[in-house]
């Protein structure tokens, strides 16, 4: 699996980067097929608010386009919250 990190508006911390890699690296397990690829675009959205943190992630591949996007605090609550969002699509996936 290709993962693809995007910050916009701000600058990337090494801790969040590895967040993400701990929070993602079950995913390639997941989605075992060749080309699939995991996009995370994180970006602040001004003027400067409570909520202000905008995470989007996408997967791409073989099957078809699985899409989350949330609002938060933190990167980290909204990739946490997305991530869940994509499971659901995972297993619903799955069921079919």
Known sequence: MKLTVK??????AERLEKYIE???K????ILNNAGAEMEIRMS???PETNLNKETKVRVM???PEMFAEKVCDTFEEGID???EIID???EKLKDR
Do not use: P
């Open 7 to 12: 910050a916009i508006n701000f600058e990337m």
């Open 88 to 90: 659901r699509q995972v």
């Open 26 to 29: 079950r995913y390639e397990k």
């Open 61 to 63: 591949g073989n099957g």
């Open 44 to 46: 602040v959205i001004k």
């Open 81 to 83: 919250l997305c991530l």
């Open 22 to 24: 701990k929070k993602t």
